[in-house]
């Protein structure tokens, strides 16, 4: 398995031209507005090809319990990098929300991360230790705004006062972002899609892979013009949509790319194979 990188942000997915790097360290990355997509996939992943686990829970076990090393083990860069008091505790919580796919404090994505990567490199299943790690795990921050949102946008994303022709443009575009996730859409995972989109009209922070989805899909569909833009800080220089969270909505729906996703799904168990 590869060493982990010197540098905390190459863990970021591409951003957009007007990222700041340290806008983002210091004004978002101390709070809980950074996702690590691909984690429940690698746990389920780790689950799917080790042999002696029986269920998630086990799994979470697992790795929780290589939080302890995993302190121990944060490259001193990344704590140069980003300067906080949170590297030396890893708390049990921290894992269970990357477990969960919910946005967390920069520090703690790195422990959760650095704790699965120990749980992947002492696996007995060879597919799993020799993984190109970091390939499959991506952080990215929910700082993104959609900007320049007409009335007749708004009540799109909202569901407010549409017409027949909107109200299927509208189920089309909940639909795209419930194709993010490879479990088949469920009424509970729809009903998310709808408060995510809702959320995002207000101006609450996503990120920037499905702030772009939006806007090209309003394009596509020949409603209007609209931009994406990085947050000054978390009060979206002073508009004060919200100072505490990202918006929340969008946690079921930060995925790895397709490509990355099927390269996890053909790391096969060890025990399939023996007669």
Not at 26 to 46: C, D, I, Q, S
Not at 77 to 86: E, H, L, N, S, V
Not at 149 to 167: F, I, V, Y
Request: contains cysteine; proline residues 4%.
């Amino acid at each position: 398995m590869k060493e982990a990188p010197t540098d905390i942000l190459s863990l970021l997915d591409a951003q957009g031209g007007d990222f700041q790097p340290d806008a983002y360290l210091e004004k978002f990355a101390p709070w809980h507005w950074t996702y690590v997509a691909g984690y429940p996939l690698l746990l389920t992943t780790l689950l799917a090809a080790e042999e002696g686990f029986r269920d998630d829970k086990g799994v979470f076990e697992y790795v929780k319990g290589q939080r302890s090393r995993a302190v121990g083990r944060i490259p001193q860069a990344w704590q140069d990098q980003f300067p906080t008091r949170g590297w030396g505790e890893c708390n049990v919580s921290q894992i269970a929300m990357a477990a969960k796919g919910a946005a967390v404090c920069l520090d703690k994505a790195c422990q959760a991360i650095r704790s699965l990567e120990l749980a992947f490199a002492g696996a007995t299943n060879p597919a799993l230790n020799e993984l190109d790690f970091y390939q499959f795990v991506r952080l990215r921050p929910a700082i993104y705004v959609l900007r320049d949102l007409d009335s007749k946008q708004k009540s799109l994303l909202q569901a407010t006062r549409l017409n027949a022709d909107e109200e299927k443009i509208y189920s089309d575009l909940v639909q795209k972002i419930c194709a993010l996730r490879e479990e088949a859409p469920t009424a509970a995972t729809t009903k998310k899609a709808k408060s995510f989109l809702a959320l995002a009209a207000e101006g609450r922070g996503i990120t920037l892979k499905n702030a772009q989805l939006i806007k090209a899909f309003l394009h596509e569909v020949r409603f209007g013009h609209v931009t994406v833009v990085a947050m000054a800080d978390r009060t979206d220089g002073g508009r004060k949509v919200s100072e505490k969270e990202c918006n929340s909505a969008e946690s079921l729906f930060v995925a790895l790319d397709e490509e990355l996703s099927a390269a996890l799904r053909r790391i096969k168990p060890v025990w399939a194979s023996r007669g």
